[in-house]
């Protein structure tokens, strides 16, 4: 069974990826710069989506060249067009699959994903088709979620609820969303070295940490619905829960933590 990335590809989609950089990004780049990304690094960003960090990366690299690779094509055409609106002229994006990414091998001196291997059933595999394309020494930088830190208080029914439809819907579709814990280990079975990690989970900005639920409830509803997990009206009364959760001043919502791992290629 090949997963299929269940969360869509339309401009709700899009959306959603635009709000999950804007609450993840900072920490993104504070990643990258701890391992060392600098002008003329060769970067590969596997299960790019719209493009965002690609852009990010290229802005760090000088002339060299950053290059981002999706399945969805929808997501590439999208990733072009924010390069072109950025005026990143080092960020390019090809159509092509995390298992055998169109790039040469062992040429990159970063290979990075986010949010890709919780999506996979083979997440091995692609972490060592991503080694594949790190040069001798090259880095490996992978960011994913776990779903098991995320609290709110008072007390949020609907989130619970949330959290584990969505976490159903992943694993019926092969994905993992407990897979952050799992990284370190998957990277050494990868036969990277050096492995190192770190979890974040920010606070800031609150809009987009609190709005992300029901962005991702929303883009997830033909999903659900597919599954027989709940049916669209169910759905939709607990996105407004959630918009309602997510508007109310008074409620302390965590972002879903972020698991960040690092390593080389030996
Ligand atoms: C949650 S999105 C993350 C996008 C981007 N990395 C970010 O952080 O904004 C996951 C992305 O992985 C892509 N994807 C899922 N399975 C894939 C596969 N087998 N090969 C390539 N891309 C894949 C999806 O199309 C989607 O763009």
Redesign the pocket.
Known sequence: M????I?G?DTAAAQR?RV??EV?HQTTMALLERVGLCKGWRCA??????G??TVAMAGQVGAASVVG????EA?VDMARQFAAERKSVNAGFVF????A?PLPSAQFDLVY????L???NEPLQ?LRAMTALARPGGSVVI?DIDCGGVFAHPEAPALMQHLDLYQRAMRLNGGDPLIGRKLPRLCRKAGLAGVQFQVVSPSEPREPVKHLYPLTLACLKPAIIEAGLATASEVDALVAKLNAMADDPTVTISSCPMVQVWARKS
């Open positions: 090949r997963a299929q990335y969360l590809t990826l999950l950089d993840y960003d596997i299960g790019c989506g719209t965002r960090v690779v999706d399945e969805a997501f092509g699959n995390a298992y990414p994903a986010r949010c890709l919780s999506h996979l692609a960011e």
